[in-house]
């Protein structure tokens, strides 16, 4: 277990913490791995980073041919499958699944000039600040010699700053998803909003349609009605005085 643990500080320490393995001994070991090795790396913690390098996954160099690709897959999943791990199934089919999933992307040619590419600027990357560094030690009159001028470091450092920046590229597709996912929702909230209005709508104008046969002739009844009532209306009436005899003289 020390040594997958090595493997993880290899990616989050100092370059002077690394000088006790170098990329092609830590290669070396990692392809005679047993199956519960290669599990164990590849369900190490920090792995869904690690395994966002397809050709670290799978333990082959970005230049190896298609042929060679299909072959290491093919090894490297017999070892992982939960058919010949039955004493640990899930984290066996958790590695294939890792296994599965790299080899997939490396089929793909857009996914796979994606993986070169983002190790292409991991390279290019620790060139340029070598540079940087090495016109800032002759500006301070000091030896240009850096650690990385060490071919074995030099890919240490290639390698850890690939890693960092396959994390990163994760991290921001991560954050588009979810801003994606929260544009969905929105808009999805606004459709069920404007269909809701457009059903309210026309269920009211439903009820208005059907309902106007009774409100006509409620208002034929109310218009007969009140004619009738002026008809039968009688003149009004007046009290009269009665009449005053007039008295007779004699």
Known sequence: MVEYLICFVLLLASTADLTLFTVKQIEKRD?????????DRLLRPGSSYFNLNPFEVL?????ATDEELKKRFRALSILVHPD??????????????????????LLDPEQKKRAVDVIQAGREYVEHNMKEKKKQLKKDGKPQFLEED??????????????????????KRKEREAKDMHERKRAREEEIETAEKAKREREWQKNFEETRDGRVDSWRSFQAGKSKAKKEKKPRSFLKPPKVKM???E
């Open 247 to 249: 008295e007779q003289r």
């Open 84 to 105: 010949k791990n039955q004493d640990d199934p899930d984290r066996a089919q958790l590695a294939f699944e890792a296994v599965d999933k790299a080899y997939k992307n």
């Open 59 to 63: 333990q082959i160099d970005p230049e």
């Open 31 to 39: 392809s005679v791995l047993t199956s519960k090795q290669q599990i």
């Open 150 to 171: 060490d071919p074995e470091m030099f890919r240490q450092a290639v390698y850890k700053q690939t890693m960092k920046l396959f994390a990163e590229l994760e991290i």
